[in-house]
């Protein structure tokens, strides 16, 4: 029975990447708790997905509830432009102190999107601010998603970001293959050789190129972005705004190189899967380029509730949950499971490959027939998973019960057969 609320709402609803004529309806959610979805005619659903991988600590974690309702009695919101609160100064503080190398300026703003056009804009005006000119493109890779905006659209793979589609519209970078093996890594000292100096910055998704297919490469690839963009003197952004809090198997997935990024973006998990909030945290030296008696050399840049100050108190609650129960051990658990349980569809009919990374398991198949059929029969089997393009994967929350975790797993071997 759908819910009187539904139906006077959903015709006025435009949901995100969806065909709205043709699009199956959308399910009514009423609860959420843990690592469970329960829809408003009563079924409960395990999450394999963790909202677009945000829910690092399961939904509604207490802690993280309580200091969203303390601080919505004190102060919800004041704007960020001539005034600061505790929580966005202990935040950034927070950051800067977990985050490794000198990255200790904090920009925050409300969206993972917005915090990738803050580091492109940041990185722009750093050359601007030195007084060199024409560094005003971005080198990126296949494979990469950095959001849905024009900027970053113009930043993902060419396909995912549509920039066939959008041509006129989109600013032109240059996306080419990840330096990952030898052929790619000379053509990419061969691409810098060529325009190192119309650059501003190269930016990467670090060890995995989350919405543009789960696509993993290794720590020495990151190595190699380090030493090129040094000999070029470019700047080295890192997206971890899937890849942040945990995922990988590390806090951040540049620990795990030994890699210290210019700038690097954070969201998702920031306020473990509460409250909408993203960062762009630049190292000393991109800071330093904007400190200066001339009012021009500002960041011009100020989104209306940066560093909201509900958000701010979630994110502080989540960090909290880091340094006090054992996550990164539970992502090592997950990945170990993960590669065990899902390892039982190597070699299946239309498989391709399976693959795991700290809390991601992904089972790549040749092709998807029907990809909508698929979702449903996920949903009929009481699991939420949803697979796109030719991936079926899993990014549950860090606290999973080992329960739900293998009912997750058992019903993608199931359905998969
Ligand atoms: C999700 C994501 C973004 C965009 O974040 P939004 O909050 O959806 O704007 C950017 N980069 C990466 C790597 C992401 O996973």
């Known amino acids: 029975m ?5 139906a006077r709402g959903f ?5 995100p990447y969806t065909q709205m004529k043709t699009t199956p309806a959308p399910l009514a959610a009423a609860r959420t708790q843990g690592s469970r979805i329960t829809l408003a005619d009563g079924r409960e659903l395990v999450d394999g997905i963790g909202s677009w991988w945000t829910t690092v600590h399961g939904y509604n974690h207490p802690h993280i509830i309580e200091a969203i309702e303390k601080q919505a009695r004190v102060m919800p919101h004041v704007m960020l432009g001539g005034l600061l609160h505790e929580q966005a100064a202990t935040l950034a503080a927070r950051l800067a102190a977990l985050l490794p190398g000198d990255l200790t300026r904090v920009f925050f703003s409300d969206s993972g999107s917005v915090a990738v056009e803050v580091a492109m804009k940041m990185a722009t005006q750093y050359w601007l601010n030195r007084n060199i000119r024409g560094r005003t493109k971005f080198l990126a890779f ?10 970053t659209m113009a930043v993902c793979d060419p396909e995912e970001g549509m920039h066939a589609l959008f041509t006129g519209l989109l600013p032109e ?13 000379a053509a990419f000292g061969a691409f810098l050789e060529k325009h190192a100096d119309e650059l501003a910055g190269i930016l990467i998704a670090p060890l995995v190129q989350g919405a543009g297919g789960m696509i993993f490469h290794d ?7 380090r030493a090129a963009a040094d000999k070029y003197e470019l700047l080295l952004i890192f ?8 995922r990988t198997g590390t806090m951040f997935a540049c620990e ?5 990024p210019d700038i690097i973006t954070l969201g998702k998990g920031l306020t473990g899967g509460t409250l909408p909030l993203a960062a762009t945290v630049a190292s000393q030296k991109v800071f330093d380029a904007f400190w200066s008696d001339d009012p021009a050399h500002a960041l011009m840049h100020g989104p209306t509730y940066m560093g909201n100050a509900l958000a701010c108190a979630a994110a502080n609650a989540s960090l909290d949950l880091f340094e006090n129960e054992p996550r990164l051990r539970q992502a090592a658990d997950i990945g170990k499971f993960l590669g065990q349980t899902l390892g039982r569809c190597v070699g299946r009919p239309g498989v391709t490959d399976v693959r795991s990374r700290g809390a991601i398991g992904v089972v790549e198949l040749d092709h998807i027939v029907d990809l909508n059929a698929l979702k449903r029969r996920f949903i009929e089997e009481g699991v939420w998973v949803r697979p796109f393009r030719n991936i079926v994967y899993l990014t549950p929350a860090l606290t999973i019960s080992e329960d739900d975790l293998e009912k997750l797993t058992h019903t993608i071997v199931k359905v998969l057969r």
């Open 142 to 151: 296949k494979g990469g998603y950095h959001g849905d905006t024009i900027a």
């Open 173 to 185: 970078h240059h996306v080419i293959d990840l330096p990952r093996d030898e052929k790619s890594t």
């Open 239 to 246: 997206d971890e705004i899937f890849t942040g809090f945990g």
């Open 2 to 6: 759908t819910p009187g609320w539904f």
């Open 256 to 260: 795990a190189a030994e890699v210290v």
């Open 219 to 225: 720590e020495q690839t990151l190595r190699r972005l």
């Open 11 to 15: 015709p006025h609803i435009w949901l």
